[in-house]
């Protein structure tokens, strides 16, 4: 009787043993074939053509929603350079940008041109225009495309913002022709490219989705 137990205490031991070594296999199968997956996908990302699509000046109280409406359809994410002043004015909108995973980045407090300013003038238009955004949203943002695209480099150290500029500017703000808006951008983008746009008129954010559809269309992911 003591042999027989001996025996089924090994038999058991061993099922145990064999059970352990399928689940372990199972797992390492499993945790390889996401390792391939993972993989695959990254390199069919790093063959699709990537461009930027980004927007100065708001938030807008009549035309913010009505392009974060149409981005939302059309799966795009965006980022949005935004206004300190016009950010306390209208905090929804800012927290909706959040909420559907646009980048938020700073313009200004006021759209004023930065170099024309004292070095604390500048660095208070950057910090209050930061301190509002992570009022809202809980993030301090990294990111500054300064108005008119001018930046003291000094100011590289005294914010730790990043300055982000553009390739492409059709220069949306000058008319209020949608079509020929989107015509300059898609007849000029090349991947890796950041369009500038603004979301302060119907014009401006007509031309953006007929620049993403189209886009879209060529192979472009906006990111």
Known sequence: RSIRRCAEKCKNGMFLALGTVFLLGSAFCFQAREIQVAQAKERENAMLKKVAITFDDGPNPDYTEQ???GLKERGVEATFFLLG???????????????EGHL?????????NLCNLSDEEAIEQVDKTNDVLYRITGLYPE????PFGCWKCNLDYETQMIEVLWDIDPLDWKTGNASVVAKRVINQ?????????????????????EIIDSLKEEGYIFV
């Open 85 to 99: 002043k016009e950010a306390e004015k209208y905090p929804d909108i800012v927290e909706r940008m959040s909420r």
């Open 104 to 112: 938020i980045a700073t313009h200004s407090y006021e759209h004023v």
């Open 143 to 146: 990111y500054i495309r300064p």
């Open 67 to 69: 392009l974060l409406d």
């Open 189 to 209: 983008v090349e991947e890796n490219d950041i369009i500038l746009l603004h979301d302060a008129s119907e014009s401006s954010v007509e031309a953006a989705f």
